[in-house]
């Protein structure tokens, strides 16, 4: 059997069965003993382990400053985490061509933020610096995908609101044809229609594009709408992984309170 580096720890991860019926799922991304200590020699991340599976919503929440974006922006590189503790498909991340590993793993901010031109033009940019050219029907099909209709296409960014911005914002990075989505907080400045779009959007790009999407979010609720399993972030590091139905369960103090003042 393959073998990768940290694979000594993997019986100390936490893991939790998305379905018991299933094998043994395949690994996404594998992350293994990743730390950060800020330059005035501060710890952010300490020794984080997990498997995140192929095709899942994994969930990561955690109160404020616990690292929750740190550990998402180590997984494209958004800052470059030390060599042989972030793999892809099983292919430490830092031996990829940087643009090529953040086509393959998109990311979504809180806030959207649009290039000048329109729509189109947005949704066109990420496959042009490769040299396709997105037909109008490609377009449209990212723009649907994104739960926008065609009246879009030709809108710019001064006339959409944040949640509209943040729809074109993901079929701007959907244009990309993404492996990974990760998302950081995306819907927190969106009003719950807004919200409930776009978690549709990332429940259908699961089931049926097979996307793996890591998903930070300050709702618990929202987590328990839509995520497969949930990791639980506590000063650097990742106390609970569990169902996001198990969260009651969680034993660690600092998550229980967490849990229990959130919403
Ligand atoms: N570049 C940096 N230099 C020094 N410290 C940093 C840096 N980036 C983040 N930190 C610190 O690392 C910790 C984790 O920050 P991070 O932004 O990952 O937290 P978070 O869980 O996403 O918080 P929030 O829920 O508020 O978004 C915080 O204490 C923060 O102050
Ligand atoms: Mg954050």
Redesign the pocket.
Known sequence: METFPGDDVREHLLVVDVDENACEPETKIRVRELSKV???G?P?LGKINVDIPKGVIMGII?P????????LRALNRLWEPPSATVFLDGVDICDLDVLALRRKVGMLFQLPVLFEGTVADNIQYGPQLRGKKLSETEVYKLLTLADLDSSFYNKTGGELSVGQAQRVALARTLANEPEVLLLDEPTSALDPISTQNIEDVMVKLKKNRGMTIVM?S?SIKQIQRIADVVCL?VDGEIVEVLKPDHLSQAKHPMAQRFLQLGS
Do not use: D, N, Q
């Open positions: 800020s330059e005035k501060v952010i955690g404020s400053g616990s690292g929750k974006s740190t550990m930070v300050h972030l």
